[in-house]
């Protein structure tokens, strides 16, 4: 089975401009992800899909594969999907499973990429899966940056928020999840997402998950045993740097 990761970055991020090229510890948060990825057998290929001169080049430096998309694109499901009708072009071969990881989680582990993609492997009725994350304390909890998740009993998402869900309450041991931006879709199914149009939830939380949910399609869940923690301010890169020098 052909399996394709695809990284989407760009230098444009609202809250922390140039993000995918800041350095952590040395080494551009971007480059970071990709060697990561990299590092998981059961992918085919792995490609950055930015609109950005500046972490094409750089990727190409390095040895990897990335590929140009427009700059219009607001959601990285939709630039995923431009990168893909690129990449199969270029390398004459369709995938069967397309992985999105987000440019900006530079402590993911190979192995959350087996964790995403097993169950899709074993239910084929799995159209696009979320890893899934426990939120560790209240600064968390009530923090917009982090997307909150509700599931029901067969761990398919009931909603998304960057508000607090559910509630305005934390305790700890209430198993409150969060969303872990590793996202495997099925190719038909990315070619469905991205001929939908853009939904009202979608716009107000900005999250790419609830286009799919408002439509009437499934998001199944599957917990991560890893810890990781996305990059979405200045003080996240610092922390994840904290993070990456105690391993």
Same mark, same amino acid.
């Given at each position: ?76 499901? !939709?630039?995923?999907? *431009? $990168?893909? /009708?690129?990449?199969? %072009?270029?390398? @004459?071969? =369709? ?15 190979? !192995?959350?990429?087996? *964790? $995403?993609? /097993?169950?899709?492997? %074993?239910?084929? @009725?799995? =159209? ?120």
């Amino acid at each position: 089975m052909n399996i394709v990761c695809i990284i989407p970055a760009r230098m444009e991020s609202t809250r922390f401009p140039g993000k995918p090229m800041h350095k952590i510890n040395g080494l551009p948060m971007i480059e970071r992800v990709y060697r990561n990825v990299k590092k998981n057998p059961i992918l085919s290929d792995v490609v950055v899909a930015t609109c950005n001169k500046e972490i094409f080049n750089h990727i190409n430096l390095i040895g990897g594969e990335a590929v140009m998309t427009s700059k219009k694109h607001k959601r990285a499901s !939709d630039r995923s999907y *431009e $990168a893909l /009708k690129k990449i199969e %072009k270029k390398n @004459k071969k =369709k995938y069967e499973i397309v992985v999105m990881v987000q440019g900006d989680e530079p402590m993911v582990h190979p !192995d959350m990429i087996n *964790e $995403a993609v /097993k169950p899709m492997l %074993k239910d084929r @009725k799995i =159209k696009v899966l979320n890893l899934m994350g426990n939120i560790k304390n209240k600064k968390e909890f009530l923090d917009p940056n982090c997307i909150k998740v509700v599931c029901d009993k067969k761990l398919n998402a009931m909603y998304f928020s960057r508000s607090a869900l559910p509630f305005l309450k934390f305790k700890k041991g209430q198993n409150i999840k969060k969303q872990v931006c590793i996202i495997p879709f099925r190719r038909d199914f990315l070619i469905t997402y991205n001929s939908l149009k853009p939904t009202i939830l979608e716009k107000i939380e900005s999250i790419d998950m609830l286009r799919v949910l408002e439509n009437g399609f499934e998001v199944k869940m599957a917990k991560t045993k890893h810890f990781t923690q996305a990059v979405d301010t200045k003080s996240d890169a610092l922390k994840v740097a904290k993070l990456i020098r105690r391993k």
